[in-house]
């Protein structure tokens, strides 16, 4: 239960038990730092973030706009940074299916 807790604590949700895959949620803090092997850091920060702005309105990574759903082990472990960009409403739109993570894909 501690690492599910941690996990979601900073947006990160294990979706599919098995599978190297994060499903995105709403961080709890506007600034998370893991620090990684060999001296990497995989920063995730989200400003905005407050109690009215829980939903996530569009992610950076490394400074490229990312439309998935879901992040992958292996990009966490590169390091880098992860930006969130929050609002107070959820953005609903259709996802095509390279941006749903294995375990919603038809």
Known sequence: ???WYVLSSIGLYPLCPGT??????SPLFPKI???????????????????????VQQRQLNG???QRTWITYQ????????????GPEAKIRD????????????
Do not use: C, W
């Open 1 to 3: 239960m501690a690492s």
């Open 20 to 25: 190297p895959e994060y499903v995105f949620t």
């Open 33 to 55: 730092t893991l620090h990684l092997a060999q001296d990497k850091d995989f920063v995730i920060t989200a400003p905005a973030n407050d109690a009215k702005n829980v939903y």
């Open 64 to 66: 490229v706009d990312d």
């Open 75 to 86: 990009d966490i472990m590169r390091g880098g940074e992860l930006h969130l960009d929050m």
């Open 95 to 106: 996802l095509p299916t390279e941006d749903l993570p294995y375990s919603a894909t038809p």
